[in-house]
């Protein structure tokens, strides 16, 4: 930037001073010429670098998303090409399903047969309760024939046995009923968890994307394993966009200024953008869990900048920006408006000369 200014700044000088001769070439021009630049830059930098600051050092980052299959099998099928665009819910592969087709249809056996025991324990006690009920009145009568004399004491002990039996039925019919209602329930969240992992054998793309280097083929055995992904998905939904800026710069800049970049993969093309967030964090502000005291020695790694998270905006809404593309940008804050307009032709020219550059190789 300060290159363009004394290029700009020099040709003036050679139009007043040599072109038109305007003004005489003397000890006092030549002083003058030489401090008007170095006042003039000073100044114009350090408030531009507060109410317009630029970065030379703007990324576009995506989210990458380690695809881990939900159960371990082997691959039958990969019908995705890399490099190549992904819809959300496109099938990335498939394992094969027969070992999880068959958990399924013995689940759902294990649960119909628990269900017939139910059934069976249920209308046993719905037998049984009016036997139960009529047994009683049996040895109810029994009870009193005997007390009276008129009956005999081995039919009132047979109807007591009989009694007992039918209610020992009764109670264990009431215990298999109880032993089916747990089986179901078992069952049920184990014929849940069969279908689970069958719909785990084909694996739908979270999001819009697209997988580079792709290495899985039918015939490999995917594992379940978290530190064995078999793909790398890298979504392009939300991708993010980040300048780094000094942590001097920022005092002004806050969400919703307007902001503009240009990246090497559009060279020349002025991306239209705002301010999403600034991430107030640095590595060398984290202070580590331990009980180890604190490290006071001095630090010799460089200063980390601040990193400002850009949307892009406006008609730009929908340009492509490939992870890890590179750029240069800059930040139009509500202060000393005027400014910006030096700052937006710094840009433009930059972006110029960018493009002049990518033309050149």
Same mark, same amino acid.
């Given at each position: 930037?300060?290159?363009?200014?004394?290029?700009?700044?020099?040709?003036?000088?050679?139009?007043?001073?040599?072109?038109?001769?305007?003004?005489?070439?003397?000890?006092?021009?030549?002083?003058?010429?030489?401090?008007?630049?170095?006042?003039?830059?000073?100044?114009?930098?350090?408030?531009?670098?507060?109410?317009?600051?630029?970065?030379?050092?703007?990324?576009?980052?995506?989210?990458?998303?380690?695809?881990?299959?939900?159960?371990?099998?082997?691959?039958?099928?990969?019908?995705?090409?890399?490099?190549?665009?992904?819809?959300?819910?496109?099938?990335?592969?498939?394992?094969?399903?027969?070992?999880?087709?068959?958990?399924?249809?013995?689940?759902?056996?294990?649960?119909?047969?628990?269900?017939?025991?139910?059934?069976?324990?249920?209308?046993?006690?719905?037998?049984?309760?009016?036997?139960?009920?009529?047994?009683?009145?049996?040895? /109810?009568?029994?009870?009193?024939?005997?007390?009276?004399?008129?009956?005999?004491?081995?039919?009132?002990?047979?109807?007591?046995?009989?009694?007992?039996?039918?209610?020992?039925?009764?109670?264990?019919?009431?215990?298999? /009923?109880?032993?089916?209602?747990?089986?179901?329930?078992?069952?049920?969240?184990?014929?849940?968890?069969?279908?689970?992992?069958?719909?785990?054998?084909?694996?739908?793309?979270?999001?819009?994307?697209?997988?580079?280097?792709?290495?899985?083929?039918?015939?490999?055995?995917?594992?379940?394993?978290?530190?064995?992904?078999?793909?790398?998905?890298?979504?392009?939904?939300?991708?993010?966009?980040?300048?780094?800026?000094?942590?001097?710069?920022?005092?002004?800049?806050?969400?919703?200024?307007?902001? /503009?970049?240009?990246?090497?993969?559009?060279?020349?093309?002025?991306?239209?953008?705002?301010?999403?967030?600034?991430?107030?964090?640095?590595?060398?502000?984290?202070?580590?869990?331990?009980?180890?005291?604190?490290?006071?020695?001095?630090?010799?790694?460089?200063?980390?900048?601040?990193?400002?998270?850009?949307?892009?905006?406006?008609?730009?809404?929908?340009?492509?920006?490939?992870?890890?593309?590179?750029?240069?940008?800059?930040?139009?804050?509500?202060?000393?408006?005027?400014?910006?307009?030096?700052?937006?032709?710094?840009?433009?020219?930059?972006?110029?000369?960018?493009?002049?550059?990518?033309?050149?190789?």
């Amino acid at each position: 930037m300060e290159i363009i200014l004394l290029l700009i700044y020099s040709f003036f000088v050679w139009l007043i001073f040599f072109k038109f001769k305007w003004l005489p070439w003397n000890i006092v021009s030549q002083v003058i010429v030489v401090t008007i630049p170095i006042i003039a830059l000073a100044m114009i930098i350090l408030f531009m670098n507060i109410v317009a600051p630029s970065s030379s050092d703007v990324r576009a980052q995506n989210y990458v998303i380690p695809i881990v299959p939900r159960v371990t099998g082997q691959v039958t099928e990969v019908p995705i090409e890399p490099n190549r665009p992904i819809k959300k819910g496109d099938v990335l592969f498939k394992i094969d399903p027969v070992p999880f087709e068959a958990a399924v249809n013995a689940a759902e056996a294990t649960l119909r047969g628990a269900k017939d025991q139910l059934n069976n324990a249920t209308n046993k006690k719905a037998a049984l309760t009016p036997r139960i009920d009529l047994a009683k009145k049996r040895v /109810e009568q029994f009870t009193q024939l005997s007390a009276t004399g008129a009956g005999r004491r081995a039919d009132l002990e047979q109807a007591q046995s009989d009694l007992g039996n039918l209610e020992s039925e009764f109670l264990a019919a009431d215990a298999t /009923e109880s032993q089916a209602k747990a089986q179901i329930s078992k069952s049920e969240a184990d014929l849940i968890n069969a279908k689970f992992d069958l719909d785990g054998t084909t694996y739908l793309a979270p999001a819009n994307g697209r997988v580079a280097n792709l290495a899985l083929r039918p015939g490999v055995r995917a594992s379940q394993l978290i530190f064995q992904p078999v793909m790398s998905f890298i979504e392009e939904d939300d991708p993010w966009v980040l300048a780094f800026f000094r942590q001097n710069e920022l005092r002004y800049v806050e969400p919703g200024n307007e902001a /503009e970049i240009f990246m090497e993969v559009y060279p020349g093309r002025i991306i239209k953008c705002k301010v999403d967030s600034i991430l107030w964090a640095t590595a060398q502000g984290q202070m580590p869990i331990s009980g180890n005291l604190p490290n006071t020695q001095e630090i010799a790694a460089p200063e980390q900048r601040i990193a400002v998270r850009l949307l892009v905006d406006g008609k730009d809404k929908g340009v492509f920006l490939a992870a890890g593309a590179r750029g240069h940008g800059a930040i139009y804050t509500e202060h000393v408006k005027f400014l910006h307009i030096i700052r937006k032709v710094f840009v433009r020219v930059s972006a110029k000369l960018d493009w002049f550059v990518a033309k050149l190789h």
